[in-house]
Nanobody, 121 residues
Framework: QVQLVESGGGLVQPGGSLRLSCVASGSFFRFNVMGWYRQAPGKERELVATITNGGVVNYVDVVKGRFIISRDNARTAVSLQMNSLRPEDTAIYYC???????????????WGQGTQVTVSS
């Protein structure tokens, strides 16, 4: 089992900043990829940013230059620094993790419960 603890969501004005954090715990060897997805009302969940154990990052185009994802391998954690926030960034943000289990060639993917980010004046 894997547990994800998310924090950092809230209400900010346009142009403001927030920092999201996700910490994973449970019975696994190491993480392969962690990151953040988001879902706005009436829309499908979409990728925001991910980072691999090796440090390879991926961002959706609309957040490039504004968001920065980073990792803390010792804690199996990731953070997402969100700057220059726009109203269209409003969504529930979900932490995602794919971990390698102790059994060879066994993996697990899991989701956090979600944290609300609202950008409004």
């Amino acid at each position: 089992q894997v547990q994800l603890v998310e924090s950092g969501g809230g209400l900010v004005q346009p142009g403001g900043s927030l920092r999201l954090s996700c910490v994973a715990s449970g019975s696994f060897f190491r993480f392969n990829v962690m990151g953040w997805y988001r879902q706005a009302p009436g829309k499908e969940r979409e990728l925001v940013a991910t980072i691999t154990n090796g440090g390879v990052v991926n961002y959706v185009d609309v957040v490039k230059g504004r968001f920065i994802i980073s990792r803390d391998n010792a804690r199996t954690a990731v953070s997402l620094q969100m700057n220059s926030l726009r109203p269209e960034d409003t969504a529930i943000y979900y932490c995602y993790v794919n971990v390698q289990l102790y059994t060879m060639n066994r993996y697990y993917s899991g989701w956090g419960q979600g944290t609300q980010v609202t950008v409004s004046s």
